[in-house]
């Protein structure tokens, strides 16, 4: 049994308007496509929407990483300087907002 992936999320309603042509064409795809009702048939279209969305989004940000520059070469030795750098800069952020956490007077 297939599962609608609605069951068990908090449903919310919204009414649109559409002209006839349309309506009946949702209609259509309803009675034909093994679809249950025309909210079950519009979900799948948004969902279909996001996840298109999503990957031209994806698509677009590792275009402009291609072409971003001279590509480098990853090593482990890159991977190892990444974390030390990371892990320095969460350090010094930590103590930054530590400091200004006190209150004045205190050390």
Do not use: F
């Not at 002209?19 to 949702?26: A, H, N």
């Amino acid at each position: 049994m297939k599962v609608p992936v609605s069951w068990g999320m908090a449903m919310a309603s919204l009414n649109i308007s559409l002209p006839q042509s349309l309506k009946e064409y949702v209609e259509d795809q309803v009675s034909s496509g093994g679809y249950s009702t025309p909210s079950e048939y519009l979900r799948e279209l948004l969902r279909q929407d996001q996840k298109q969305r999503a990957e031209q989004k994806l698509e677009a940000l590792l275009l402009e990483g291609l072409n971003s520059g001279d590509p480098i070469e990853i090593t482990p030795e890159y991977w190892e300087r990444k974390r030390a750098q990371l892990v320095e800069r969460h350090k010094n952020e930590r103590h930054k907002n530590e400091r200004h956490k006190k209150k004045p007077g205190t050390r």
